[in-house]
């Protein structure tokens, strides 16, 4: 019996640290994982509260392969962003995370729910732009800042 208990328990603990690899971030209590398959290929995770209406709060992490130093990605990415008639981006500093040192913004947007706010931490690595996105309605923001800040500072980039 022992043989299997030891062949059981390093099956769950082999498991449990494959899993641990991609986690990208610590998801809040009683929030749920979206399928990817739901999702564009750029989303590597998607947590959502779903406890909240009309818009639930989210938390994700995207990447795409660039060329760009961060410098210029966050000023290629800002000015995508505000072309939209009704984006703002603003840049708040750096932030650290188990990844190492991201860059902060704030992006708020109009949708017909209300203003969105966003708070996006960026880190390129090897030619990867890899982006942590927390959102939620603006006047709700605060309710999971929280939340967010422990995504953030999670935020870990697996190879």
């Not at 603006?138 to 953030?152: G, H, I, T």
Request: charged residues 20%.
């Amino acid at each position: 019996m022992s043989k299997y208990f030891f062949l059981f328990t390093a099956l769950i603990v082999t498991t449990l640290a494959a899993a641990e690899e991609y986690r990208y971030f610590i998801v809040p209590p009683s929030w749920d994982d979206v399928a990817l398959d739901e999702m564009p290929d750029s989303v590597k995770r998607c947590s959502i509260n779903k406890k909240h209406r009309p818009l639930s709060p989210t938390i994700n992490v995207t990447s795409e392969t660039t060329k760009l130093s961060i410098k210029e990605y966050l000023r290629a990415s800002k000015k995508l962003i505000e072309n939209s008639r009704y984006a703002t981006v603003s840049t708040l500093g750096t932030i650290v995370t188990e990844a190492g040192p991201a860059h902060l913004s704030i992006i708020e947007a109009m949708n017909t729910c209300g203003t969105i706010r966003s708070m996006q931490a960026t880190i390129i690595r090897e030619g990867i732009a890899y982006n942590i996105t927390t959102s939620a309605l603006k006047k709700e923001f605060p309710l999971f800042y929280d939340d967010f800040f422990v995504a953030l500072k999670s935020f870990t980039i697996s190879k």
